[in-house]
């Protein structure tokens, strides 16, 4: 299993973003997962899930106005 | 000051202190002159809309209710000031149509949105009790369909004018509230208020709106959702958005004690009829269409405002279902479930179940 794995949520609805998120985590113990999303909600939602399951969260905003939350786990 | 009490709305105590803000002054508006038990309604007002535009003309549930366009402006007015004004759309709109308009007619078999249910639960209505069960078991069924890979598809960024789209119509229904044109036949209508019923009853214009003016922006903040709150704790136990729905329950009967309009029991309770099966069935219906659709009625509102053209067309969907419901006997009254109320129940519950299995999509790359 890629311990790289990118979600692309950009406009999905609520709550999308989280389930898809969780999912990504599901398959893998650790390493990196980068989610795209769109809106400020789903950042903080992504962010909110990776850190109640012992993830670390950074966010960047992307020239689209969109934001890319990379999760990371050792 | 400004950005601290912003950042204290953005933390996780945010949508409890929306709660707690719309459990004081929904009860309040109701003391101002709104409807017992419906200081604050999404679909009731909606409703009323509806009826004051002519979409059904049963004469006692028509008023534009300023509180609804005050939601829609107040979520744009923070979207707008913290950048968060993202014109999108485009993830199946007919869907999120027909989702409103059932969402709406499984809330009329109830006599309410989830806001409402949690309102009427404060205030002593023990009828609410099966349509908040009804709610959840909808959410439930929605969130299945949800781990098993539903998807309404993808939105897209549109122009900005998109966007106004729903502010626009905000502004043109308090027009229209404040004009009261009538040149419609025999010297009644376009638009009608209602002389007796619930849609008789109003607190002033100018604080229906200022209240409605806040919880939008409140509720653009902090993401105050009724739905989500049950769907984030069943699939996530994350607590913070159902902490907005308790400290609204919470709030909302304290005021409702201190302002005397709390009144335990089931028989004789405001625009509320007694069928347990049909309060639990309407809201099922109601809940299972708001979580496929990915929200509560308050939230399509502020969703809206934020440029949302899908939770638009979810609330012009609304609109429909309420004209729908009155003029095809689908919408309860005190005396219980309208004649065709529990078959177009059925009915929408078929129609959700069918989008539940039929659109999904697989999203990881």
């Known amino acids: 299993m890629s311990e790289n794995t990118r979600v692309d949520a950009r406009g999905l609805s609520c709550p999308q973003p989280v389930v898809e998120t969780k999912k990504a985590m599901g398959k893998q113990a650790g390493g990196t997962i980068e989610v795209l999303v769109d809106t400020v909600t789903s950042r903080e939602n992504v962010s909110r899930l990776a850190r109640n399951q012992g993830w670390e969260v950074t966010a960047e905003e992307l020239p689209d106005g969109g934001f890319k939350v990379t999760i990371t786990k050792a | 000051m400004f950005s601290g009490l912003n950042r204290l709305l953005m933390s996780r105590g945010g949508p409890a202190i929306t709660g707690a803000v719309v459990g004081i002054l929904a009860p309040v ?17 909606g409703r009323d809309i509806a009826g004051a535009l002519g979409m059904h003309r049963a004469a006692v549930v028509q008023y534009i209710r300023p509180e609804l366009s005050g939601f829609i402006l107040g979520s744009l007015l923070a979207a707008l000031m913290y950048k968060e004004f993202k014109p999108r759309t485009g993830s199946s709109p007919i869907i999120r149509f027909f989702l409103g308009m059932f969402a709406m007619i499984g809330a009329l078999v109830f006599l ?16 609410a009790i099966p349509g908040i069960i009804g709610l959840s078991v909808g959410v439930i069924i929605g969130i299945l369909f949800l781990w098993n890979g539903f998807s309404l598809g993808r939105s897209y960024p549109a122009k900005k004018a998109m ?53 939008g922006w409140l509720a653009q903040r902090t993401r105050f959702c009724t739905v989500g709150a049950i769907r984030d704790l069943v699939m996530l136990r994350d607590f913070h958005l159902f902490n907005g729905v308790l400290a609204f329950i919470a709030a909302a009967f304290i005021t409702n004690l201190l302002l005397g309009q709390f009144n335990l029991g089931m028989e004789g309770q405001p625009v509320a009829h007694t069928n347990i099966l049909w309060n639990f069935m309407g809201m099922v219906l109601s809940g299972l269409a708001f979580t496929l659709a990915g929200g509560c009625p308050g939230r399509m509102f502020i969703m809206s405002g934020e440029g949302d ?53 697989k999203v990881t790359v």
């Open chain 2, 163 to 215: 966007g106004m789209i729903m502010p626009a119509f905000a502004v043109v229904l308090l027009a229209l509230l404040i004009l009261a044109p009538t040149f419609g036949p025999d010297g009644a209508g376009p638009i009608f208020f209602s002389e007796t019923g619930p849609g008789s009853q109003h607190a002033p214009i100018a604080i229906a709106l200022g209240v409605g003016l806040l919880v």
């Open chain 2, 29 to 45: 508006l109701s003391f101002l002159g709104n409807p017992a038990n419906m200081g604050i309604c999404v679909a009731c007002f």
């Open chain 2, 309 to 361: 053209g899908d939770a638009g067309i979810f609330i012009l969907g609304m609109l429909v279902g309420a004209g729908i419901a009155h003029n095809f006997s689908l919408a309860s009254s005190p005396a219980g479930p309208g004649a065709f109320g529990p078959s177009a129940t059925i009915v929408g519950i078929i129609f959700c179940l069918a989008i539940g299995f039929l659109m999904r999509e």
């Open chain 2, 112 to 127: 309410g949105c989830p806001w409402r249910a949690y309102i009427r639960l404060s205030a002593g209505d023990l009828n």
